[in-house]
């Protein structure tokens, strides 16, 4: 299988985040997910864009968001990509579940949902890689 | 946007919501909610039939709108919840913490009881 895929770019405005749930989902179904598994990928990618929004911008509108999704021969592959404030490594834990409250639920679900969970930061700007592995693939190789 | 029809069965609160709950439109929802929890009816069922996405800022919404209720010792309960969006609130095990009804009408039966 060819590896293939496609870019999106958004402004930093929660009205757009369904731009990249409906292409998220459709890459899910290219992939072969079964319905469920493609609703949670769109959800954590979804989750993943509105911590852009609200804390890579601060919810400032105008600013890019990039999505890319990739098809390799054994997963799905959804880099995100901003120019806003680097996050800060101490809050990005998922929270007790235990605790029942507004908020602090977006991470636990990218974690939860996710094969692989990459954040990186650099001059460049912010990337998060989110990659599920496809049905029926073996764990990936390095060069995948 | 949303959509969200009220009405008032039997002096509780029915809030149908029928749409996609995100970022966008969860002010939405949280505003009609909380309007409504102002009243203090008796019982609150928000209707989830027509809701075909939820994400966390719907879950935060919700919870809002629980935490509300139970300050005046109403209830608040959800309805009608599709398989999507009840993996929603399971992933995060919200299905423990919410009373949730198949139907709306489930709901203001065992309410009414």
């Known amino acids: 299988m060819a590896v293939d895929g496609f870019t999106i770019e958004i402004p930093s405005e929660a009205k757009y985040a369904k731009v990249v749930r409906g292409a998220v989902s459709y890459a899910c179904e290219l992939g072969g997910f079964p319905a469920e598994t493609g609703q949670a990928v769109t959800l954590a990618v979804d989750e993943a864009v509105t911590n852009i929004i609200r804390h890579a911008y601060r919810g400032e509108p105008g600013h890019a968001i990039r999505v890319t999704c990739r098809i390799t021969p054994r997963r799905l592959e959804i880099l995100l990509q901003d120019r806003g404030r680097k996050a800060d490594p101490g809050t990005m834990k998922p929270r007790d579940l235990d ?46 | 946007m949303l959509k969200i029809d ?8 029915l809030a149908a919501v029928a749409g996609e709950v995100d970022l966008y439109s969860s002010p939405q929802l949280r505003s009609a909610l909380l309007k409504l929890a102002a009243g203090k009816p008796p019982a609150i069922v928000v209707d989830l039939a027509g809701v075909t996405y939820l994400d966390s800022s719907g879950l935060a919404t919700l919870i809002e709108a629980l935490q509300e209720s139970a300050k005046y010792a109403g209830k ?30 489930d709901a203001l039966i065992h309410l009414s009881q």
């Open chain 1, 99 to 144: 605790q029942v409250r507004p908020g602090g639920l977006g991470l636990h679900f990218i974690k939860s949902i996710m094969d692989v969970v990459d954040y990186q930061s650099g001059d460049t700007g912010n990337q998060l890689l989110l990659a599920k592995n496809l049905p029926g693939s073996r764990e990936p190789d390095a060069q995948d």
């Open chain 2, 76 to 105: 608040f309960v959800l309805s009608g919840l599709r398989p999507e969006v009840r993996s929603v609130f399971e992933l995060s095990r919200l299905d423990k913490v919410f009373e949730i009804y198949d139907s709306s009408e």
């Open chain 2, 6 to 13: 009220i009405t008032h069965p039997n002096r509780a609160a």
